[in-house]
Structure formats: C-alpha cells, structure tokens
C-alpha cells in the first residue's frame, strides 16, 4: 500500500493513487480553536492545544487525530526571528509583527485585525529607513532539517507555507491604499513590492537550502478574488501581482523539485489562466461558495495543466449542514476533482470556530472511504 508521500506525489504528477490523497492541518486547512476544543473532547483527545498561527487563531492538530482520520500531508513552517521584539500588549490584546504592522483582536474575536500600518505615506525615504526582516537570520531555520527529515523518512507529504509578496505588500499599507498606489503611486508600490520580494524569495532560498530534500510543495498566499468578483483585474494582476509572486517560485526551483500550490480564496475562475502562466502547480484552497468556482468546470478547464487542493465548503456546509449533507458534498468534490488524479482533499479553508465537531468526522471518514 503507498504511504502518504507516494499518494499525494502521484496525485500531483496527475495520476490516479489508490485513494484521494487527504489534508488537514495547514495554516489554509487547519481548525479555529474553539472549534479545535469541541472537536478534541468529542473524539477524546486530552493532550493540550498548541498554538499554530496567532493571528489567525489556529490550532496544531494532535497527531493522533491526523493517524485516526487517515491525513497524508505533515507540515514544517519556518521561524520568526528570535531577536524580534513582538511588544505584547496583553491588556489591549495587541502585538507587532516582524514587519512593523500592529494587529489587535477585538473583544470576543477570533482574529486579529491590521491596527496599524507602518507606511501609512507612500514614501521612498520611509522604505529606505525601514527596518526590514533579516531574511539570512539563522534562528529562522533552527531544526527544521531534521524535523522535515523525520516526516519524510515516516512516509509523509511534507509541505510548508509563505503568506506571499501581494498581501505583504497591502498588509504594509492597508488594501484600500495599496489600491491607490497601484494607481497613482506606481514609483512607490514596485519599490515597496520588490523590497518584499526579495526578502521573501531570499527566506525561501534559505529554507529550501536546508528542506529542499525532504519538502514536496510550498503553498504561497496570495487573495485574488472577493466573494463574487476579483479583487483585481487580470491586467492589474499582471503588473503588480505576477512578477513579485514569480520570484517567490524561482527561489524554490533553485533549490529542489518541490511544487508551487498557491493559495488564492474568493471568485478567481477569470484569472487562473493567468496564475498557470506564472509558473503555480497546484491551486488552493478552491473556494466553491464563491461566484464561478463550479468544481466539474474547474476540472474540465485547467484540470490537465493544475492539481486542485481543497474544495469542502467551510462557510456554510460544515458549519450548518447535515452530516449527509456533508457526506453527499465529499463525493461529489471528490468525484469532480479527483478523476485521474491530480487532487488533495482538504477543507475549503480553515475549519470555522462554530463547526460541529460531528460534521468534520462525518468529512474526514467519508474522504477516506472514498476512492477518486
């Protein structure tokens, strides 16, 4: 019998393994934590909740739930820096990030929200007198050879995730500025964009320097649609978004064979053509609640150039359905997208805070009982 690895490898060479290949886990596929706590105590995990990304509010999945539910992938993610001085503020609920960006959750909130941006002037000086992120800083990397390594030898799909040039750059700005800027301050924004890249493409030749053996893909964030629209135009897309994504990728096909999946929510059907072109393999996280993202034309158009990642609607199926709503919608996203291989199965994104626990059983169960 193939092991995770081989499983989902085939999948994304566009063949068909012995079953779809399954996901959860991912900073794009894991649980909020308050729906991580209802899930543990409904299948009888004790072990504590680590935490997995703050901002987001997720949790780590106990390795125990990915054995029972049959998950293929494991993760690695790299580090922030050790001298990095977060400056918690505990009764306000705030923190800064490597980036200089203050975030806060509000009260009762799952998230944290952008507070403060440290560019709020679209100025060159301010980018020059920046202090920027140390991309070389070696604590970033510290043990993650020999934790790829572990997972690789257990018969694993390794993947790491980035969150990407295009929403580094807005999240420096705001996204209603960064749209001004990529109309009236162009100067401004592609000095800004090629800062980020650069550092970003200079941290993944670094990791991928120590990974690249034992990681098969890196999943790169970059939001491109809204509910019922792109965020942007195709064209707009192709010169400020494209180029600065691109060198994310070159940096990784410098140093290994691991494949290019880039996370992308909202209605993109318009402009994937486009993220093909930019070199991507694989497409996530397959947003089907948004306007166009029908799976069967997915499959039909892009099918034979993109692995589809993802797919299981969290906003309204998971959180309000039935467990045979549930189950009738697995086989139908599997049936879709699997046909032939070329398809991870995973949750549309991360699982949402009020999700019955019994609804991702009934996910997870009928995923591994399926055959593409």
């Given amino acids: 019998m193939p092991n995770g690895r081989e499983r989902v490898l085939k999948a994304f060479n566009h063949q068909e393994p012995d079953r779809t290949p399954i996901d959860l886990g991912s900073k794009g596929s894991s649980m909020a934590l308050l729906a991580y706590e209802k899930f543990k105590e409904h299948v009888g995990i004790k072990r504590p909740t680590e935490v997995l990304d703050t901002r987001l509010g997720l949790a780590v999945i106990d390795p125990d739930i990915l054995d029972r539910f049959k998950i293929d992938t494991r993760y690695i993610y790299m580090k922030g820096s050790e001298s990095h001085n977060s400056q918690w503020d505990h009764v306000n609920d ?20 952008y507070l403060k941006y440290p560019f709020p002037e679209p100025s060159i000086e301010a980018l020059n007198n920046h202090k920027w992120p140390d991309p070389d800083d070696p604590s970033r990397f510290k043990g993650l050879r020999e934790q790829a390594k572990k997972l690789y030898d257990d018969g694993y799909a390794v993947g790491t995730y980035l969150k990407g040039a295009w929403e580094t750059t807005w999240s420096l700005r705001s996204m209603e ?28 030749e670094n990791l991928f320097k120590e990974v690249g053996d034992y990681v098969q893909w890196l999943c790169v964030t970059c939001d491109l649609g809204t509910q019922q629209n792109l965020l942007i135009s195709p064209e707009a897309y192709a010169k400020f978004v494209k180029p600065y994504e691109a060198r994310i990728f070159n940096a990784v096909r410098k140093h290994s064979k691991a494949k290019i999946a880039q996370h992308s929510c909202g209605a993109i059907f318009p402009i994937i053509g486009r993220l093909i072109d930019s070199g991507i393999d694989i497409l996530n996280p397959i947003q089907t609640s948004a306007k166009g993202m029908d799976t069967a ?3 039909r158009e892009f099918g034979k150039d993109l692995c589809f990642w993802g797919g299981l609607d969290v906003q309204k199926l998971l959180t309000t359905g039935t467990k045979e709503d549930v189950r009738n919608e697995v086989k139908r996203v599997m049936t879709d997208l699997g046909a032939g291989g070329g398809y991870l199965f995973a949750p549309s994104h991360d699982i949402q805070a009020m999700t019955p626990p019994e609804n991702i059983v009934a996910m997870f169960e009928t995923a591994g009982q399926k055959t593409a």
């Fill in 297 to 299: 034309k997915l499959k």
């Fill in 94 to 113: 705030t923190f800064v990030d490597e980036w200089g960006v203050t975030l806060k959750r509000p009260q009762g909130g799952f998230y944290y929200d």
């Fill in 177 to 204: 500025n960064i749209f001004f800027d990529i109309m009236t301050e162009k100067k401004f924004y592609h000095a800004m964009a090629d800062k980020v890249s650069y550092i970003l493409s200079r941290m993944v």
